[in-house]
């Protein structure tokens, strides 16, 4: 069950959310995919008690258009689902965590001058595998520390820049993660990585003063600009460089290309620009939509044309 509810006070928005939630397994959490995922058809339905406050704050003024979004969020869990890698193999299996916490925070700001955007969103985030002892935290005879869920970042920054020029949309996009833990005992760190990208749009219709192609937007995205592919990992002799991966360990591309084309059969109309710097290793789990809950994409970035 969900119950919420919200207040607008003027250009300050209010919203409060509570639930308790449940899911089965998957297929794939279940039986594998004979490949990437190993099966695991032990699984039992994880379920949840949910609870997040928020606040949304937007305004205009002398051509300054704004807003900015604070929430908070914590999560109480029994038999949280999650992947763990296994073995020297890259695969991952779903796994059980008996009693799981999550605390954390989220701020979202967008500001639109001109031609300019500017957009920031910062992700904290507090977890505990209640399950499991810590292996890098002093305990005492009676309890020990509780080590965080693997593939949670303790912090996650997305800025991205925006600029119109003309029939034009440009725009640079950074994603800073860190604090991410890849074992049940905190063991295994992932070393802090950002990773950037850049990408422009061109509004046919626009840049040709033909109507019949105003429906039509060609794209070039660079993905990786810095051509990142290793970090420094602890080794038992020392640092070790390894391939930078996502959340299954699953090696990340360098710099990469994409050019696109796009046309659209419905009215023309405005669209957000999709900025993804590569997939890290590890994104907070999707929350109930909510004020400022995680199913907002935080990768989302400027109110531009996008393909």
Known sequence: ?????????????????????????????????????????????????????????AGRARGLEGSLELVGFSTWATDLIVFVPQGFYGRAKATNIGRARVLGG??????????????????WLRTANDSACDVTAPSTSTACAAPPLPGRPGHDLVLDLGLRVGAVRLRYGVDVVADLAADLTGAVRVPPRALQSVGARLLVG?????????????????????????????GVLGPVEEPIGD???YPLPGRAFLL????????????????????GPGRPAPRATSLGGSSRDPHVALASDAP
Do not use: C, K, Q
């Not at 700001?109 to 992700?123: F, G, K, Q």
């Not at 840049?207 to 990786?224: F, I, M, Q, W, Y």
């Not at 696109?260 to 997939?279: K, Q, Y």
């Open 106 to 123: 989220e701020l979202d700001a967008r500001l639109e001058y001109d031609r300019l955007l500017l957009r920031a969103s910062y992700t």
């Open 1 to 57: 069950g969900h119950v919420g509810a919200s207040v607008a006070l003027g250009p300050l928005s209010l919203a409060a959310h509570a639930g308790h939630l449940a899911r089965a397994p998957g297929f794939v959490e279940r039986y594998g995919n004979r490949g990437a995922f190993l099966g695991s058809p032990g699984l039992r339905p994880e379920a949840a008690t949910t609870l997040d406050l928020g606040a949304t704050l």
């Open 206 to 234: 626009d840049a040709t003063g033909t109507p019949e192609l105003d429906r039509l937007t060609l794209a070039l995205d660079v993905s990786n600009l810095a051509d990142l592919r290793t970090a420094s990992y602890a």
């Open 260 to 279: 696109s084309a796009r046309f659209s059969t419905g009215a023309r109309r405005e669209r957000p620009i999709r900025v993804r710097s590569d997939l």
């Open 247 to 249: 959340l299954y360990e």
